[in-house]
């Protein structure tokens, strides 16, 4: 049924997609990836700077975290458009992780993200190797969700102090940030304030109104977005000149970014010699796992566009290969962003060669251009950061999560108000474990329908449901879900409790619904049908689906039961058994 | 369709079911329990004093567990013939918990008996009146019976020890205790090992080959039985005779029972100062879970024997109360025993007046005998467990679920070496964890057919197992499975793979087998249907279930179908889809 993928292909191509990719692109496609890749690079340049300070590191990070890591994914990844680089809620998961095991000091503040980049990056690696990318499946949506938008309110809460010139202690919880930022609210910074509410402002009227304004001068709606997106490097750059301009930091005492080292760090792997590997790896794999099922996500919806196919355990090895390169590159944890994919794939971006070109502006940019970085305040950078996390809050899902699913509802809740209250980590551990012990809960309450037949068809309905035809001396059970472990002792019950009527000498089991029953469901079988017998009733099965019955036969029950008492429809041994007595 | 337990009853007979019993029955029934509670007290008082040396303490212990709590559960529980007191497996758990929480110290280790039967209880009181009985659901099987066994083996292991007078480290692992068994070979005890080399002869032919003389004889196959279950009193006495003929103690060095103190203590509240509660939590989770477990399978299984009712969470109650009330009266943890239910329920109780009748005899005993027990060697103890555990072990039951279900039989096996190799409670924890992750890892890869018609019928059957027409143009896909966060990702990555064909126009999801779709599931449809028609392609169901289209009315999905694209049978998608092409 599920085709590999591309198993058919040489082994260079199926571990390196993008050589195939390249060889039979055409030059129009190239053309367009180098244009996409540039397109993609204005937009990530500004976003890597904030997504840096976001995690608490040096702004240069963040543009380190956009060459080396997105190379090794463009070799290495199944997704042709994902764009892999720093990304926000990676960014705040390293710093809740980093503040207490640094404890103010900033060098080992620094090595700690390397570690956890390359921790990362082996978690990723092990995940893919191992096939167990089906873990992932745990974070259900709405636990997604609550995490996604708990995570960009506490951002915004971390950002409004920044935005403010309002200073507030490192690694502060949510209720915390808040009433200091109450208590401080006189020492705000005036033009702090005004370069953060301006930079918010425009990038805000950059978004729609700006797009629907092009739209009408008749700019095309898809390269109206692109300008659009373009926005932040416009605003770093008017910040910059301006804030040169003032003297902002001599004159008003705002905080600007600083002194940026020219270039890229050398590749090196002195950060294996840290201590932490252990304390770290708990965040390690919360960071692994978030940033896998982010990339995932995106990658699954641009793959889909163009009909293309994506490997999940290929790509949980191609992000693991990145994050491993992240820490070599001096940087912090990776993954595939979803606004800048989404950019990415709009400008027209067809292979990875478009994240190629991206890097090698970033590059270019880290040995250019960081002189000018040294007067961008770094209110222009968290009104970047901020505008971007806003989009990620879902009040309005949390809603329609409630109205749809009560239980799903309250584990979309409860995630997101346990990371205000918790924290990142333990929010989404407390999200996780909730909704996979409702998840169990649901799984041990099968349905189970005592069926009769509607008049004059073979057609068997609940009896609860329908008006049908039924016998004193005949109980027809339908079980509509597996039988295991989980289910098994209700099952047991209440086909107790069904067959309590002395007047019933058969029971039909119905196992329409039935794809698979393990021991422990099939043990609760072979004791009901012992049971039923001592007190003269006769167990009889009906509907059993090819592969159960492969199963059951050789099995004690079925010894018992024999083929006199299997039938291949409801109505076959309705029949029988009607015709018996 | 399920309906509650005894709702319609006044409330004191539904929370004390034995008043409303005995006020039914009449003299016969009556005086039958007194004679299967004076068969069951038979069994019972050897039993109890093998069973609190297993868990290290003093052989009174036993006694007392086998008069308060079994009154309580008398009252409270809602089987009429579960015999409540102490038990095998618990007794093991209490001693893996204490030696290490003990340390040596006697007092403490009495204390910590007392702490856990009361930590037992109150987590039992705790699952049963929040409901949560359904989480010892997630002990399958398999795990169950590899614990078993291994625990069984386990309790052999040490039992060797006293039954040949070697002397072993207390809290010794199972390889150790082997080990030193090995080692300590030649200090055998020839006495010791004769008085327990003849009892454990003398208690298994008790069991088959005296029931089978019986029956040659003309005695009834069940009055041989419940003569063979008295057997082990009788082994009592006679060694006790003999060894005070001989002297055994004084001349030949061999362990006894020694002093015990006669009557009850009085109930009390003592142990609640001690400290060491929250250490001992644990352990007590997991005696709580394995008791529960044990007594309720006994209670099922006689229940229906009877056509009666159990309520598990009034089971988990009743057992609750009644181990709140064995810390009370000084002893350990309790639960339903499984032989000694058995013996209860062949001898003719039919009310828990049967176990008062018990009770009441074990309290005499505790008064009047107590001075004949002085005599008494521990071989014989350890003989009356070995032969009562041996039947717990299930090698056999391993081989027999392997060749059933791979998953199942690692579960098991696992299971049992782990308690082996890890202990007791570390080998239960590994089982029950991994036969979880198994379940998930099974949850998380639904079954998805594409369909195809059996020419000349309205049967559509998987395109792999049987001969079928298709249509290029349309995708029929059925999916077997609930639709939820677990197996959300492989659904749609399958929907992705398999809509690759640029043919196909319409796909067509048969939802026959899905009787629940979460939020995950939703949104995942949705986004699959708004991709289909970014690409040309519409998305259709048929054969949703009442409920699940009831839930699905409202939502966006359902919204863009409109009512033209969900079918009720797939026969009519077909047709239409066909004709409209």
Redesign the interface.
């Known amino acids: 049924?599920?085709?590999k993928y591309s198993s058919k292909k040489a082994a260079y191509t199926r571990f390196f997609p993008l050589i195939g990719d390249i060889r039979r692109a055409d030059k129009t496609v190239l053309s367009q990836d180098v244009l996409a890749g540039t397109i993609t690079a204005i937009l990530l340049i500004p976003q890597a700077l904030a997504y840096s300070l976001l995690a608490g590191l040096p702004p240069e990070v963040g543009l380190y975290a956009s060459v080396l890591p997105p190379i090794i994914y463009a070799f290495t990844g199944t997704s042709r458009t994902l764009a892999v680089g720093p990304v926000a809620v990676a960014a705040v998961m390293v710093a809740a992780a980093l503040v207490p095991y640094a404890a103010g000091d900033p060098e080992k503040y620094l090595n700690g993200a390397l570690i956890l980049s390359a921790l990362t990056g082996c978690i990723m690696l092990a995940m893919g190797f191992l096939r167990l990318g089906?873990?992932?499946?745990?974070?259900?949506?709405?636990v997604l969700t609550g995490f996604t938008t708990g995570a960009a309110l506490f951002i915004v809460g971390t950002q409004l102090a920044a935005l403010t010139g309002i200073s507030v202690p490192k690694g502060a919880s949510f209720a915390m940030l808040l009433q200091t930022l109450a208590l401080k609210i006189h020492t705000y910074n005036p033009v702090t304030a005004a370069f953060g509410g301006v930079a918010v402002v425009l990038l805000i009227l950059a978004r729609q109104p700006l797009v629907i304004a092009l739209g009408k001068i008749g700019v095309k709606q898809q390269s109206a977005v692109i300008i659009g997106r373009t926005a932040p490097l416009f605003v770093v750059i008017t910040a910059i000149l301006l804030a040169g301009l003032i003297d902002a930091q001599g004159n008003f005492d705002i905080a600007v970014v600083g002194l940026v080292p020219q270039g890229l760090p050398m590749p090196s792997l002195d950060f294996m010699n840290t201590e932490g590997w252990v304390e770290l790896l708990p965040a390690a794999g919360m960071i692994a796992v978030i940033a896998y099922v982010e990339s995932?996500s995106v990658a699954?919806?641009l793959?889909?566009?163009r009909?293309q196919?994506?490997d999940?355990d290929q790509e949980f090895r191609a992000l693991g290969f990145a994050n491993v390169a992240a820490a070599c590159a001096g940087t912090m944890p990776v993954a595939g962003g979803f606004s800048r994919s989404m950019v990415n794939f709009d400008a027209g971006a067809r292979t990875q060669l478009a994240a190629l070109v991206t890097a090698l502006f970033v590059g270019l940019a880290a040995f250019l251009f960081t002189d000018l970085l040294e007067n961008l305040p770094k209110a222009v950078l968290s009104a970047i950061i901020v505008v971007a996390v806003w989009q990620l809050i879902d009040i309005k899902g949390l809603k329609h999560?409630w109205?749809?699913?009560k239980?799903?509802g309250v584990a979309?809740g409860v995630t997101l108000v346990g990371v205000l209250v918790f924290g990142i980590e333990h929010g989404l551990m407390l999200g996780v474990g909730l909704?996979l012990l409702l998840?169990?809960?649901?799984?041990?309450?099968p349905?189970?329908?005592?069926v009769g037949r509607i008049a004059g068809t073979e057609h068997y309905r609940n009896i609860?449901?329908h008006k049908v035809e039924t016998w004193p001396q005949l109980l027809l059970v339908r079980i509509?879900?597996?039988i295991?472990?989980?289910?098994?002792?209700?099952v047991?019950?209440?086909l107790?409790?069904l067959?309590?009527d002395?007047k019933i000498t058969d029971v039909v089991l119905i196992l329409s619904?039935v794809?698979?029953i393990?021991?422990?469901g099939?043990?609760?079988l072979e004791?009901i049908e012992q049971?039923l017998s001592?007190?003269g009733v006769r167990l009889h099965l009906a509907e059993v689906k090819?592969p159960v019955l492969d199963?059951l036969c050789?099995?004690r029950l079925y010894e018992r039961l024999g083929e006199d008492r299997v039938y291949l429809s409801i109505e076959k041994a309705v029949e029988k058994l009607n015709s018996a007595s």
């Not at 998840?439 to 309450?445: A, D, E, H, K, N």
């Not at 295991?484 to 002792?489: C, E, G, R, S, V």
């Open positions: 049924m599920q085709q089906w873990l992932t499946n745990f974070i259900s949506h709405p995932i699954k919806v793959a889909f566009r009909r196919k994506i999940p999560t109205s749809y699913d239980g799903d979309q909704a998840f169990l809960y649901r799984t041990s309450r349905h189970i329908a005592v609860h449901r509509d879900e597996n295991y472990f989980a289910n098994t002792p209700r047991e019950t209440e107790h409790n067959a309590l002395s619904g794809a698979y393990d021991t422990s099939l043990e609760m004791t049971e001592l007190s090819g199963r050789g099995t």
